[in-house]
């Protein structure tokens, strides 16, 4: 009943070929990975698991992604905010660039946080007088899940804000709200869910970003070594058992992540 | 109030973005226009820029199509019954969710010298892992949800109507599709394919762990950069990253300019 | 063309939307689809169309089953309810889009579009896009595309839905003169009896995946088969214990049995005013609504309401006044049966005894 696949007979083919390469490109490796963690039983896994550097790294990874997702709900908020509501010189300029980290290679991203932040640039000699090591300690990780998942929050509250409707700001006003109150009770639950959703995003992009924080963190195996620099380890030392194990763990957790999304994409769309 | 949110903006931008970007031009130029180009006429530069130029054409190509055709399917399709449908479209996003490390060892996993399938493939005298086709596959699967992702909600939009319209009035799958739904959609697939050359040219760790980052055979540009770090060659790690800085600049104005001409559709 | 359409059914999952629809239809006839929306008018019509697969049943186009053949085969035009014109084009390539399907030469494409863009009044419009077209001419660009590639059979699915109620009326006339003029069969869906009625030659009325009756506007109006016919066209009042009334006492022997009453099938005057003076009952009159043209006067008999019209050259009548109500005819309905009955006491001999 669909006009653009009905009538000749080569539609099945085509329809064929298209989910043959979706299953295999990208269900087979996922299940593939799976069962390549259990393929030696539950012993095995648990024993690569359990490798205090492998629970460590990934201990460490998720909560070096918390810290980064947290800061940039703050930033995030702002500039959402600040690029839709504001009017002032450079803001498209801005709003471009809020895509650069999109668009710009992670691994030179790491190259360029090591630039700015190492032990012979500017920032990082000054941090080191007073006491504190930005590049090859947690800083520096921090701020490359940062970099890489800038864009995250704020594009997920611009449309929301975009949306939202002038006069029920104006309404608030009229019913004698003040304009803090207003912002709390009209405009903050609107952005909300796009908060939510982007923090979730940014958080399961920084359990997984490697390029920016292995060039960047030192790797200290139990203290700067995050888990997909582990996992790299592990296939680099040809153990991939071991490598799947973890990778396991942390495939989970950003399933995990993702299905809280789309079940907060879902409800949005349903209470329209 | 108005204008310290403004300032703190501009401070954020500064920092966080604008002072790289500019570092990474004046780095680059620290030993000189010399040291600039001795750094990227390297053979290795050369044959790493190639690689990375022949996956993101090659990766380019295979995604619009399939990415497309499926967005269509999962769009349109009636064969496809809701449920399964909707499962489908929940594991298109499952790239996005997978760290690009892992997505690699996927393919290692599958498809490298100690399996099934890449020995039976290593026999036929085709290399997959440690060779181009790893590497494209890699990069397939990092890229695989974008297109679907761009275009789906713009065949939503549209809805099926001018396509019916189409059949009514007599015309076949493919001539409706280039004449009616085409022009709806070129501007959501434009946006998709700049993405994708975005994310195909910078992808790095699937393509690490896949390719086994032999020099002036499987290295790309991005592990390059990694290589020159890790042996303290900075200067010569900041021309190659130059080159993909300006690269992903001039994909960002592109970005810009569909995702203007997309909304103004 | 002429068409047949036999025991029709259409499941969505579990939910049937047309069930066991059969007619026929003759050619160049304007056939209008009426019923409540969700009622499986749309169904039905994209069924024909072949954007629909029946779920059993068949469709005859001229005695040949079309039921495989798909749209494009069809040889039928539709028209949409948003029109679903092709928004990057110009209003000349959508019409000669068909056209140019059929490989029609240039100098023929060019011939019949501008015949059609003369037709629906669309000169000096061609070169537009739809978007710089106002809501009348978008429904005309449709409907000249539609007719573009000479079908057999026009499909219309709430024409008028997206169009001001002012231009509305202008439209459906329009509409109605240019289908004779073509000369096509054609069938059309909506929701709003009165376009049906000014419209279409015959209506069927649809509700809940059925077909309730098929017949002329003036038929259906008179003889409504189902209670829901009688219900759904025109205005009615709506009588639970019809035995109240003057003249029905009898109606209701058969237990549950209903009563619809239409405004014209009731009398009013002024005590003197009606001359069966024998077959009238008391009333008091509750309210009365100026309608333009009459009055709308809701009247109590005893618990019943009834409403009716009444001439603006008659006596105006107040709320709280006494009337004589005389009751012409009722429509009757149980659960088995539903019929029409003539007021008994109308015909009685009682001018004789004056």
């Not at chain 1, 959703?197 to 960047?216: D, I, K, P, T, Y």
């Not at chain 2, 990694?226 to 303290?232: A, R, T």
């Amino acid at each position: 009943m669909n006009a653009l696949f009905r009538g000749k007979g080569w539609s099945f083919g085509f329809r064929t070929a298209i989910m043959l390469y979706f299953v295999c490109l990208i269900v087979l490796p996922i299940l593939g990975i799976y069962t390549q963690s259990f393929s030696l039983g539950w012993a095995p896994f648990w024993e690569s698991v359990s490798d205090p550097l492998a629970w460590k790294a990934v201990l460490l990874t998720v909560k070096l992604a918390l810290i980064a997702t947290i800061l940039n709900i703050f930033l995030g908020t702002m500039i959402g905010w600040v690029l839709i509501r504001y009017r002032f010189p450079g803001r498209s300029l801005l709003n471009s660039l809020v895509d650069l980290p999109f668009a710009l290679p992670t691994a030179v991203g790491g190259l360029l946080i090591l630039l700015l932040l190492g032990p012979n640039s500017l920032v990082g000699s000054l941090a080191e007088s007073i006491g504190i090591e930005i590049v090859f300690h947690e800083p520096a990780i921090v701020v490359a899940m940062l970099f890489v998942t800038f864009p995250f929050v704020i594009r997920a509250i611009q449309p929301l804000l975009e949306e939202l409707d002038k006069s029920e700001e104006e309404a608030a006003y009229t019913l004698g709200a003040s304009k803090a109150k207003t912002f709390f009770q009209v405009i903050f639950p609107t952005m909300l869910p796009g908060i939510l959703s982007g923090a979730m995003l940014a958080f399961s992009r920084g359990l997984a970003e490697f390029g920016a924080v292995v060039l960047v963190a030192g790797n200290i195996p139990g203290k700067t070594l995050v888990a997909s620099v582990y996992i790299f380890g592990e296939i680099e030392s040809d153990n991939p058992q071991g490598a799947a194990a973890v990778s396991v763990i942390l495939l989970t957790l950003s399933f995990l992540i993702l299905w809280i999304v789309n079940l907060l994409q879902a409800r949005r769309s349903g209470a329209k | 109030m108005r204008r310290l949110w403004i300032t703190l903006t501009y401070l954020v931008f500064a920092i966080l973005l604008i002072a790289p970007l500019v570092k990474i031009f004046t780095g680059a130029w620290k030993d000189g226009i010399d040291g600039f180009i001795d750094a990227l006429t390297r053979p290795q530069s050369l044959h790493a820029l190639m690689m990375t130029g022949i996956i993101v054409v090659i990766v380019t190509l295979i995604n619009t199509l399939f990415g497309v055709m499926l967005a269509l399917y999962l769009v349109r399709a009636q064969w496809l019954g809701p449920k399964l449908k909707r499962l489908l479209n929940s594991i298109v996003d499952l790239p996005f969710a997978v760290s690009p490390v892992i997505g690699g060892l996927m393919i290692v996993l599958i498809l490298g010298p100690n399996t099934v399938i890449g020995s039976l493939f290593e026999d036929a005298g085709v290399k997959i892992v440690y060779a181009l086709p790893g590497m494209i596959l890699a990069t397939l699967f990092v890229t695989f949800p974008i297109m679907v992702r761009e275009v789906m909600p713009v065949l939503q939009e549209i809805g099926a109507q001018q396509e019916e319209a189409a059949s009514t009035l007599g015309a076949y799958s493919w001539y409706t599709f280039w004449k009616v739904t085409w022009p709806s959609i070129r501007w959501g697939v434009i946006y998709g394919v700049v993405l994708t050359v975005a994310r195909s040219l910078g992808e790095f760790g699937a393509v690490l762990v896949v390719s086994g980052n032999i020099m002036n055979k499987t290295q790309t540009a991005t592990t390059l950069v990694y290589q020159d770090v890790e042996n303290f060659n900075v200067v010569a790690a900041n021309g190659i990253a130059l080159v993909l800085a300006a690269f992903s600049v001039g994909l960002l104005l592109l970005m810009e300019w569909a995702k203007k001409r997309k909304e103004v559709h | 063309m002429h068409i047949e359409v036999r025991n029709l059914n259409k499941n969505f999952g579990d939910f049937h939307a047309v069930r066991d629809v059969s007619f026929d239809i003759e050619k160049g006839k304007l056939i209008g689809l009426l019923g409540p929306s969700g009622g499986g008018k749309t169904s039905i019509l994209r069924m024909l169309a072949g954007l629909e697969t029946p779920s059993s049943g068949d469709i005859v186009f001229h005695g040949k089953r079309v039921n495989d053949l798909p749209p494009q085969e069809r040889g039928i035009g539709f028209v949409f309810q948003n029109y679903a014109l092709f928004k990057h084009m110009t209003v000349y390539d959508n019409v000669a889009f068909g056209l140019k399907v059929k490989k029609h030469t240039k100098e023929q494409i060019r011939e019949r579009v501008m015949y059609l863009v003369e037709l629906t009044g669309l000169k000096g419009f061609e070169h537009r896009y739809p978007h710089q077209l106002s809501g009348g001419q978008r429904q005309r660009v449709a409907f000249a595309r539609a007719l573009a590639p000479e079908p057999q059979l026009l499909l219309l699915d709430e024409p008028f839905a997206a169009i001001d109620a002012k231009i509305r009326t202008e439209l459906r006339t329009w509409l109605k003169e240019m289908i004779e003029r073509v000369g096509i069969t054609s069938i059309f869906v909506t929701h709003d009896q009165e376009e049906a009625i000014e419209v279409a030659d015959e209506i069927m009325i649809i509700n809940k995946g059925r077909l309730e009756q098929k017949g002329s506007p003036w038929d259906i109006y008179k003889n409504p088969e189902t209670p829901f016919v009688a219900s759904f066209i025109g205005e009615s009042s709506f009588i639970d214990d019809i035995s109240s009334l003057k003249g029905f006492e009898s109606a209701a022997v058969q237990p549950d049995t209903k009563a619809l009453i239409r405004p014209e099938y009731i009398e009013i005057g002024k005590p003197g005013e009606i001359k069966l003076a024998s077959a009238t009952m008391p009333a008091v009159v509750k309210h009365i609504h100026f309608r333009g043209s009459e009055w709308m006067v809701e009247l109590a008999v005893g618990d019943t309401k009834l409403i009716t019209y009444r001439s603006l050259e008659k006596e105006v009548l107040k709320p709280g006044e006494a009337v004589s109500v005389l009751l012409h005819r009722a429509y009757l309905f149980n659960d088995q049966d539903s019929w029409i009955m003539e007021n008994p006491l109308k015909v009685d001999p009682m001018p004789i005894h004056i």
